[in-house]
């Protein structure tokens, strides 16, 4: 399996190095990965100026390289720039729950929509803040219920965060709001986008927020396709 890894926190992220030395044992590995932190720009692309591009090491048996852009121009270096074609993107671990409406802002889920627009299966992998770099130790775990389930053959791409302890696996669909919204005046003409995590009941465990919050392992099956086909079917004729 030849495997592209990507990333939206940068190749200075803890668990870089852990993620890599796992997935050479899934395969061959290619790694493309932001110079700085991008989180929040979803599947955004950088066409307007040129953009660095370096290999560098992040660990004595570990080159990357580190491209001064978005995840998904990553995704887009590590196919088109490199003339490569790949079986799998694999981005994260982020630092960082994607859940709910969250998934639209996501780098890291952006990554895997850009590789699947160039044909690429893809596995988004978030996790706490507190958990994302031992995370990392449940890979096997996580990919052999992926394997067993033959999920990669029933669907593309794969949004999956991971609890601080695991009772077991939940396949999901995409919640609401997961993140309350605040605009805070810092008082030197600045303002700061902040916010909490939202407070409800949680026990719905076909939703990702609920069943995270329930500690399974959330496995939601997303899709790139923007259309609303229910109403393209009702009003095609029209």
């Keep these: 399996m030849k495997i592209l890894i990507v990333n939206d926190d940068s190749m200075s992220s803890p668990v870089l190095p852990h993620l890599i030395r796992w997935a050479r044992k899934r395969g061959e590995v290619?790694?493309?990965?932001?110079?700085?932190?991008?989180?929040?720009?979803?599947?955004?692309l950088e066409f307007v100026k040129p953009v660095a591009l370096s290999k560098e090491f992040?660990?004595?048996?570990?080159?990357?390289?580190?491209?001064?852009?978005?995840?998904?121009?990553?995704?887009?270096?590590?196919v088109t720039g490199l003339k490569t074609t790949y079986d799998l993107v694999i981005s994260g671990i982020n630092k960082g729950y994607n859940l709910g409406d969250d998934i639209a802002y996501s780098g890291t889920v952006g990554a895997i929509l850009e590789g699947s627009r160039l044909g690429i299966k893809g596995i988004a992998l978030s996790a706490g803040h507190d958990r994302f770099v031992t995370a990392a130790e449940e890979l096997d775990r996580i990919f052999d219920y992926v394997i067993e389930k033959d999920l990669l053959s029933k669907g593309d791409l794969y949004n999956i965060n991971i609890p601080h302890e695991i009772k077991?696996?939940?396949?999901?669909?995409?919640?609401g709001e997961f993140y309350t919204d605040e605009f805070i005046d810092c008082g030197d003409g600045t303002v700061l986008q902040t916010g909490v995590p939202v407070e409800r009941e949680f026990n719905?465990?076909?939703?990702?927020?609920?069943?995270?919050?329930?500690?399974?392992?959330?496995?939601?099956?997303?899709?790139?396709?923007?259309?609303?086909?229910?109403?393209?079917e009702n009003i095609k004729d029209i």
């Design 58 to 78: 992040i660990a004595d048996d570990i080159e990357v390289y580190a491209l001064d852009s978005t995840p998904a121009d990553c995704v887009r270096f590590g």
């Design 30 to 44: 290619t790694v493309v990965v932001p110079k700085v932190e991008q989180s929040g720009m979803s599947q955004s």
């Design 168 to 175: 077991g696996f939940k396949i999901t669909k995409q919640g």
């Design 204 to 232: 719905d465990l076909t939703v990702d927020i609920d069943a995270v919050r329930n500690g399974y392992v959330s496995i939601t099956p997303i899709t790139a396709c923007k259309t609303d086909l229910t109403v393209f």
